[in-house]
Every structure is written in C-alpha cells, then in structure tokens.
C-alpha cells in the first residue's frame, strides 16, 4: 500500500542532544510538509517542499532544519532540542496542481520527549 | 489575524447524533476539510468542501457556508471508535492550510 512512513515512532533525546527524524513515502507526492503538534493544539506548521524548492515558516526556529534528498525522502533535524521541542512530529505529503482537493497524506508520527 | 475556532470538547452518547461546529476568519478562502485524530495518530482526511452546501459520506457529512464563515461535521449513529479529536482546516488565499484546535469528542455508552 502506498504510505507515508515516519521513523523512529518515538524519540527519546537529552537536553541539547541533537534529533533526525525520517521521513518515506511511495505515493509519489510532489509537496511533503513537516508540522509539530502539542497535545491539544493544532498542528504547526514548519517548513513544507514543494519538489526540491524550500519553503521555511517565518516563525520556525533556526533549531529547525529540513533536508529532502530525493522525492521519497524527508528529514527533520533538530539540532539543539530543548523541553519546549517535545512534541508530535508530523510528516505529511500532497499532490498539489491537479485538480480537485490538496489532500493531506500523514504519517503516523514520531513522538519526541526531551529529558 | 487568521482564525478558526472549534469547540475544546463535546461529549455525546453512543447511538446518537453529534455536530461539531467550525468558525473561520481567514485571508480568503479556498476549501475547508476535517480530519479525524486519535489520540496519538495522525490525523486522517474525513472532508473537504469548496462550496456551499453538505456533502454526505456515509455516516458522516459536511455543511459549508461561505458567507458566514462557518462549517459543521454532522456524526450520525455514533460508535466508540469515533471518540477523537476533529480538526477543522482552512485552505487561505495563498493555499496555506490553516488548522484549528480541534475538538475533542468523547462518546459514553
């Protein structure tokens, strides 16, 4: 089945210990997206490709960083994680430019907690 | 600013028929969806609408009104399973999504 797989499920880092958060997909979606969630909140959004062109949110810390290889393959580096970053990390992918719905595909999520 | 805003929680009984409203202000518009959450999972694509009016999907359906900003998800003959959160997004003017709380909805028995 095509899918959106992220690894690991869940992260355990210390305080200030850097974090690559993986992300495949098979369907062959030209945008992918990475958001973070907090428990009860919305998803935030981070940065989001759409193909090879970056796209960072202006207010995404420097902390943040992204790297799309190919098309199948996204990362999330978190270089200095601090206890404000432990949170839901979501991958998701769309087929923006056709016709109809820019629906989001999402993984199932890396879960990240900061000692 | 841009805002939508959903109620935090809502409780409804197993059986029964719950609605589950969204405001939207937002710098244009151009589609609403809702996503279903469980509680650690990814949201999952339940609807979206661009015009006015409901759209129906087996036990669950949508109501659009542009001109009021404003959306509901309609749950019939709920289950257990459809305890979880839902999720109102907006597509803007520039094709950003914009992503309420979500609401939390606990079914009892």
């Known amino acids: 089945d095509a899918m959106v797989i992220q690894n690991p499920r869940y992260q355990v880092t210390q305080f200030g210990k850097p974090v690559t958060l993986s992300c495949s997909q098979t369907l062959n979606h030209n945008v992918m997206y990475w958001y973070q969630q907090k428990s009860s909140q919305a998803p935030k959004l981070l940065f989001h490709y759409y193909d090879k062109d970056f796209n960072n949110e202006a207010d995404t810390p420097d902390n943040f960083q992204s790297r799309r290889p190919n098309t199948s393959f996204c990362f999330l580096d978190i270089r200095s994680p601090g206890l404000g970053d432990a949170a839901m990390y979501l991958c998701?992918?769309?087929?923006?430019?056709?016709?109809?719905?820019?629906?989001?595909?999402f993984g199932a999520g890396s879960r990240l907690t900061v000692l | 600013g841009q805002n939508i805003d959903q109620p935090t929680e809502m409780t409804a009984t197993e059986g029964a028929i719950v609605q589950i409203n969204c405001t939207y202000q937002?710098?244009?518009?151009?589609?609403l969806f809702w996503y279903q959450q469980h509680a650690g999972e990814a949201p999952t694509f339940l609807s979206y609408n661009v015009l006015d009016g409901l759209e129906e999907k087996g036990r669950f359906s949508s109501f659009l009104s542009r001109s009021k900003g404003y959306s509901y998800l309609l749950l019939k003959e709920l289950q257990m399973k459809d305890s979880a959160s839902y999720l109102c997004?907006?597509?803007?003017?520039?094709?950003?999504?914009?992503w309420g709380a979500g609401t939390k909805l606990i079914i009892k028995p």
């Open positions: 997004a907006v597509v803007d003017s520039n094709y950003q999504l914009i």
């Open positions: 998701a992918t769309s087929s923006f430019g056709g016709s109809g719905a820019n629906v989001l595909t």
């Open positions: 937002t710098s244009g518009f151009n589609g």
